[in-house]
């Protein structure tokens, strides 16, 4: 019995041994398993904060809670079908107001721009390169505000103000086109005015209806061309999880903040061909405004000094609204877009420049008056 007693205390006290180092041993492995959970929380937490430095780029448009696409397989990434326009969404209520006002002006710009280029084109005395310039503007100008002010109107009464990927690329390609080619045009009209004040007896050579029509399409082209050069540089970046663009049509700085890779080469080459743009035509306009300013002041008549002046006025006037207005908008990086400012000035020479171009024209030429009045009593029988 003494034996068998032993031996049963022995086989307990090996039991008991092995059971607390079993203990012991899952006490270890659950340290070890808590250390692993907080090093991989504690990875993950310092990988957030590394996103924010300048050399990990995201999705720009995406919000702190959003996955950073590199983190993403491709397979599960969400690709950008439509975009959401949310310009004036923080207006509220406040946008059943501004739609009939907004309405009144694009029925404005186009009745001025209408009536500028009829005008122009019936009345006889004003078939020379200056009106013929100022008609093409007009007739851009029309079109530019065709692009964006219906799609803003329908959306200022609508609840779903989405655009298709590439219903947004097409609007993109259009405004470019055509704001390009107004900067290009209102540098053709300052060496027009440089060529009839500077060298008048020169001047139907210098701007023979060929060449007025060989620049007027030049302008055209270019315009077009650049436009293509940058939308393809925006949308061939890729797109996904955020679709808000925070603006009231597809402009390029609200779009490629969307993209969900580094845009910095993109946006340069943007950035270089919209100071291309912006910048050459208006040296070239301040050269050729020093040499005018410099003939000017040589007529000895201050009627004559009065009348030269007074044929550049207005196309000073709108140089200074439409290269201001771009040049603060385009000739920065992408990274300082202020949304609010930067919509107000957007208004400014999207609606309130090509409204004002008839306006400025018309007011302070009088041959351009006497062709409106002929025009419209012609229309209406009116003296």
Request: glycine content about 4%.
């Amino acid at each position: 019995m003494d034996l068998l007693q032993s031996q049963y205390t022995d086989e307990e006290q090996e039991r008991r041994g092995k059971g607390t180092q079993w203990a012991k041993e899952s006490h270890r492995s659950n340290l070890n398993i808590k250390s692993v959970i907080n090093q991989s929380f504690s990875l993950l937490a310092s990988s957030k904060m590394d996103l924010n430095l300048p050399g990990n780029r995201t999705c720009r448009g995406c919000t702190h809670k959003d996955i950073p696409s590199k983190m993403i397989p491709p397979a599960n990434l969400t690709m950008v079908n439509e975009f959401l326009l949310v310009g004036f969404s923080y207006l509220q209520e406040k946008q059943l107001v501004l739609f009939p006002l907004f309405l009144c002006l694009y029925l404005l710009i186009l009745c001025g721009n209408i009536t500028t280029v009829t005008a122009i084109r019936l009345e006889h005395r004003l078939h020379t390169p200056m009106y013929y310039f100022l008609s093409v503007l007009s007739v851009s100008e029309t079109f530019y505000t065709i692009v964006i002010l219906p799609k803003m109107l329908i959306n200022l009464l609508s609840v779903f103000r989405t655009i298709s990927f590439t219903n947004c690329a097409v609007q993109m390609f259009f405004f470019l086109g055509f704001a390009i080619t107004n900067c290009l045009l209102l540098g053709v009209m300052g060496y027009d005015r440089y060529a009839a004040i500077c060298h008048p007896l020169r001047y139907p050579v210098l701007m023979s209806w060929q060449v007025c029509g060989q620049l007027s399409v030049t302008c055209g082209i270019l315009g077009f061309i650049i436009s293509l050069i940058m939308v393809n540089l925006v949308f061939s970046l890729p797109f996904c999880n955020s679709n808000k663009v925070n603006h009231y049509f597809c402009d390029i700085s609200p779009v490629i903040r969307l993209a969900c890779t580094d845009s910095d080469t993109h946006e340069f080459i943007i950035f270089i061909l919209g100071a291309l743009v912006l910048v050459v035509p208006f040296f070239l306009i301040c050269i050729s405004y020093f040499s005018i300013l410099r003939t000017i002041l040589k007529i000895p008549s201050t009627e004559g000094k009065k009348k030269a002046f007074s044929t550049c006025a207005s196309h000073l006037t709108v140089v200074i609204i439409h290269y201001g207005c771009a040049s603060f908008i385009y000739l920065r990086p992408t990274a300082s877009y202020i949304s609010n400012k930067d919509r107000l000035v957007t208004v400014t020479y999207t609606i309130i420049t090509p409204l004002l171009n008839p306006m400025v024209y018309s007011l302070r030429n009088k041959d351009v008056q006497l062709a409106i009045r002929k025009v419209l009593s012609r229309k209406f029988h009116l003296k």
